[in-house]
């Protein structure tokens, strides 16, 4: 009985994750014989500014400072609680000044994909925790294996450890809006 339990809670946790600042899929479909783009060209941000060090610094500030803030989706603003992408794109504006797409598909693709030997603080780290859409996940790596996200209802923003099972399954790989 303890591992049918176990297997629907964490069914019920995947599917919470998988509405975590998603929209609809966006990508090409057919209709009538006829292929619609959907989706718009995303734009890469690219930061120069200012140096990784000091951007990352500042991006862990904002991002400690909204622990505890609520889950809430579609969400990106401090007062009523934030999803994933939505409290990226928080952080990223207020500690860098710098706008980014609003989901984390977008963000993925507007980003420099980068090998885990160069995650830095302060880069997006991305999960698949959804059927529907593969970017479907985002956080911001902290260091030591660690990164602050806004996981799913009924939680709030935290800290996790990448090696958590849960995220070291659905892990697709770290990327970084920084030049250098």
Known sequence: MKSVSKILSLGTA??????CGTTADKTPRKF???TAAVSPSIKPVRISHIDRAHGSQEIMIQSMGLVGTPYRWGGSDAATGFDCSGMIQFVYKNALGVSLPRTARDMAAASRKIP???LKPGDLVFF???KRTRYSHVGIYIGNGEFIHAPSSGKTIQTEKLSKPFYAKNYLGAHTFFTD
């Open 32 to 34: 009538k014989g006829k």
């Open 116 to 118: 885990d030997s160069q």
């Open 128 to 130: 698949n925790t959804s």
């Open 14 to 19: 995947a599917v919470l994750l998988a509405a």
